[in-house]
């Protein structure tokens, strides 16, 4: 599995991470470790997932994490994590 993992301001791209995983797991551990990661790549908390998060996630396996998904202020517009290959 392979995840794309952006942070953007002002439609620019920030910073980028790539994480890529080939353990056995499920796809919502492979997920979460991700975000883990990410988080400590980019010195975030971790944000919340939102109704509204975690639907557009399983609609297109990428979703946004806005200000109201984090619980300290941000100083970007969101994280973006998407799901570019599965397997």
Sequence with gaps: MRIWFKLMKDNHLL????YEEDSDDTRTHK????IDEVCR????????W?????AEFKRHARARF????????????YLEIHVIEEG
């Design 15 to 18: 910073r980028d991470y790539t």
């Design 50 to 54: 939102l109704d509204a998060t975690i």
């Design 31 to 34: 997920i979460f470790r991700g």
């Design 66 to 77: 806005t200000k109201d998904c984090f619980i300290e202020d941000i100083d970007f517009d």
């Design 41 to 48: 790549e980019f010195d975030l908390g971790k944000p919340i």
